[in-house]
């Protein structure tokens, strides 16, 4: 089912846009080799659309993994990859880039400028997760409890230094900040696809073989280790993974919110908590709402593009608070 969710929101997404260019016309070119798609059809089809599907889906099943993973490692419903200071580190990173790069970058005149942004965004997520896990890490053993805490004042001093910059950003700057905070596929290309593939898929490989010690550590970690469960493995792994996925999807999208909190609750919600589903489940449904969302974000300001931080904000928000009155008992549902 949810394969054909995803099936058919990235043809939804391909056919999506300013340009009537829909992939019927490429089926007629397949059918009919005669020039029936024309220059300007393939260059938005073939360079434009599909890297930005393909990107789309990394992205998205990259955050809502990574959320998922969060959530069973701190066994905490509202964990995601944000709460730890990934995210803000990623975006102090792009910061630091986009105020200052002009002067950090003289002297290296040759360094090609469309990856400078991404590489700034996760060499700031993994800063952020290396000095978050020897914060959390003493005598081998890392407190899963000093790793949440410290994450949440990492995020804060990460913000602070953030907003240190945009006060010294001048207005080109200021509106490149702005942008890329708020998220965008609007970059995508076959180079940046290529770029993040391996990282993001390695961490979306790595996440099922944690099914089963996350499954254990929801009865804690001493019973998890009376089963078997090489926990601190467990959480070194689990961590490294979500700081790969996620630095390398904020890199490359900016900031995109919602995904990795909302996913996994909806999944629990139908197929319930036992993460050798809810893992792969996540994967395939935040990919297809991220598609979905940046069709959107294409289509209801044409021929503009609205940053799909909003769009993914505007729709996650609502479902959330929902999902958290119903677990309440406030809704009657």
Known sequence: MLMLGLLFAALFSLTAGASDASPWTLVAHWLAPGGVLSERDRIIILDIRMPRIV???LVGAGLAVSGAVMQGLFRNPLADPGLIGVSAGAALGAGTVIVLGPMLLAGAPGLPALYV?????????LATTSILYRIATRLGRTSVATMLLAGIAIAALASALLGLLIFLADDRQLRDLTFWNLGSLAGATWPKVAAVSPIVGAGLIAAPFLARGLNAMALGEAAAMQMGVPVQRLKYVAVAAVAASTGAAVAVSGGIGFVGIVVPHLLRLAIGPDNRFLLPA???LGAALLLLAD????????????PIGIVTAAAGAPVFLWILLRRRGVLDL
């Not at 069709?295 to 609205?306: F, K, W």
């Open 55 to 57: 990107l789309g889906m």
């Open 282 to 284: 996540s994967a395939l």
């Open 295 to 306: 069709a959107v974000s294409r289509t209801i300001v044409a021929p503009a593009e609205l």
């Open 117 to 125: 942004l991404p590489f700034a965004a996760f060499a700031g997520a």
